[in-house]
């Protein structure tokens, strides 16, 4: 019996190495537009309001709300297919942008307050959500 391959490693970039080395340290960080302050998620050349280049990174709170989600019944690298079904969800963050991350809790609802949680799995940092406390 042969075991499923490790995840798949992001691609390597300067314009995301920011946001994967603050996943690895357990932080979510944002681009802001080094011109008009615009916050987006996920990495990007350019800013989605003024359309120009330069960014400052923050680290965001990691908390927000279900916007949406989506079960996942087909592995899209069999690195994953161990762990089917499993639930992504949309989150929209206080700050703003939304994020999309894995599902680590129980009954959802929309509108549901959650918080980021980073999970490490062969060496590959990964963003979920899970619920809120209090």
Same mark, same amino acid.
Do not use: N
């Given at each position: 019996?042969?075991?499923?391959?490790?995840?798949?490693?992001?691609?390597?970039?300067?314009?995301?190495?920011?946001?994967?080395? *603050?996943?690895?340290? %357990?932080?979510?960080?944002?681009?802001?537009?080094?011109?008009?302050?615009?916050?987006?998620?996920?990495?990007?050349?350019?800013?989605?309001?003024?359309?120009?280049?330069?960014?400052?990174?923050?680290?965001?709170?990691?908390? *927000?709300?279900?916007?949406?989600?989506?079960?996942?019944?087909?592995?899209?690298?069999?690195?994953? /297919?161990?762990?089917?079904?499993?639930?992504?969800?949309?989150?929209?963050?206080?700050?703003?942008?939304?994020?999309?991350?894995?599902?680590?809790? %129980?009954?959802?609802?929309?509108?549901?307050?959650?918080?980021?949680?980073?999970?490490?799995?062969? /060496?590959?940092?990964?963003? *979920?959500?899970?619920?809120?406390? /209090?």
């Amino acid at each position: 019996m042969s075991s499923a391959p490790p995840r798949p490693a992001p691609p390597e970039s300067a314009l995301s190495a920011p946001y994967w080395e *603050g996943l690895a340290q %357990g932080e979510l960080r944002l681009q802001a537009c080094a011109h008009c302050g615009t916050l987006r998620h996920y990495p990007r050349l350019l800013c989605t309001a003024c359309f120009r280049e330069g960014v400052i990174w923050r680290v965001a709170s990691g908390r *927000g709300r279900i916007h949406s989600w989506t079960v996942a019944h087909y592995a899209y690298h069999p690195a994953f /297919g161990a762990e089917l079904p499993y639930t992504l969800v949309t989150v929209d963050l206080d700050e703003g942008p939304r994020a999309l991350g894995r599902w680590h809790g %129980g009954e959802l609802a929309l509108g549901l307050r959650v918080r980021a949680r980073v999970e490490v799995k062969d /060496g590959v940092p990964t963003l *979920g959500f899970e619920p809120q406390p /209090g």
